[in-house]
Nanobody
Framework: QVQLVESGGGLVQPGGSLRLSCAAS???????MGWYRQAPGKQRELVAT???????NYADSVKGRFTISRDNAKNTVTLQMNSLKPEDTAVYYC????????WGQGTQVTVSS
């Protein structure tokens, strides 16, 4: 069982930046880690993933603006979000995937002027 706790969400103006962090209760070394988001009235969607050997994948909508990274020694995953847009507003969830999936409780990101 892996528990995930997200932090770093908040309110930011369009064009601003936020840095989300996800802390895991155990080793994430063998997990593919990811960030997903869910906006009101929409389905949860993939934002970015990073494999155990640090291969990354991004949704087209965030390519060039968001960067996912991991620190296996600290059991953390980070999502650096730059050039934020109002359409990035959502609850952001951390995910750990191996044989099973684990989810965090989510952190709200609101992009508004």
């Amino acid at each position: 069982q892996v528990q995930l706790v997200e932090s770093g969400g908040g309110l930011v103006q369009p064009g601003g930046s936020l840095r989300l962090s996800c802390a895991a209760s155990g080793s994430i070394f063998l997990f593919t880690m990811g960030w997903y988001r869910q906006a009101p009235g929409k389905q949860r969607e993939l934002v970015a993933t990073i494999t155990s050997n640090s291969n990354t994948n991004y949704a087209d909508s965030v390519k060039g603006r968001f960067t996912i990274s991991r620190d296996n020694a600290k059991n953390t995953v980070t999502l650096q979000m730059n050039s934020l847009k109002p359409e990035d507003t959502a609850v952001y969830y951390c995910n750990a995937r191996r044989d099973v999936r684990y989810w965090g409780q989510g952190t709200q990101v609101t992009v508004s002027s």
